[in-house]
């Protein structure tokens, strides 16, 4: 189709007509909506939002008339110029085709940009801590359970309920972003096991290394594709022996006073079973009593000597 604004430039129709600009601006848009540059809707809010465009036009209309009463060789221009200007007024009066917006149609890295600062709108300023909900009736654990700073138990967000897709997308999002932080390995195995999001979007993860399901728990982390992993070690972690080490004390007992070795700790053989873990940190729980720091410096070298290795394929 031949370009009605390029046609009446060739033939001069602009001063010939006396077509004002905001018109030619307009036969120009049209132009744009018959090669599909802009949507109809995008016409019509250009015909709607300048009085001055709808006025130029409608006066296009009545000089278009009027020429080609005196001059029959320009009948088809005008007639062609004339039945744009009306094509465009008419649009000005249709609904838009649709006044849902499509999230779920911009790029990946806009949804995400939109995402973080929905996010941030809700969180706290500065680095966020996530605190699960601890576990409550039969089958709770008796670990202790300081009270942590920044903590955040429940967090409602209205986004995650427009639909399946933007939740599952948004809630990836939520999860790869913040800290997971567990006040014990019971209580983060529980939430690994009853909530798979968990295990496939969490990247960030810390526990306080103490419960009598530390082993089963910690090896739930070998499924997921942690970022950072930090390992928070207290008096308290000592409590339960490995499989191994309780069997040993049948035959051997320790001196009196003895606190267990990190080394006999159930949990132990999960956590150096780990791998491709980009970074892992040990740290003493503040709210507890501490252990002596050759031993959580000595677990934070073997942990950075083990875990961090790349996975090992299995194909087979």
Known sequence: ????????RMLNLPARLDISDPSMKMLKSYDDYQTGRISEDELGRKVRLSHNSRKSMVDTIVKCVQYRFGHPE?????????KAMGEMLKMKDQPPESLVFHFMGLPNEIRRM????????????GP?????????????????????ARKLEFLNFPLARTCKMVKDEFMTNFFQRYLFSFPCACEMGYHLEHNPALQVAVRHLSFNWIGPRAGTS????????????TV??????GQHLSAREAEFRHYFQPKRGYMNCLTETLGMDELLDLRGIRTVMVIANALSKPRPEAERHGLERLLRDKVTKPRENNNN
């Open 232 to 237: 928070r070690i207290s008096k308290e972690t």
């Open 128 to 148: 966020t801590t996530i605190v699960p909900a601890k576990k409550k009736g039969r089958g709770r654990c008796n670990c202790p359970n300081p009270v942590e």
């Open 114 to 125: 939109v995402e973080n600062y929905y996010l941030d709108s809700y969180m706290q300023p």
């Open 74 to 82: 320009e009948q088809n221009h005008c007639v062609e110029i004339a």
């Open 1 to 8: 189709m031949a370009s009605i604004h390029l046609k009446a």
């Open 218 to 229: 910690i090896s739930l982390l070998k499924k997921m594709e942690l970022y950072s992993l």
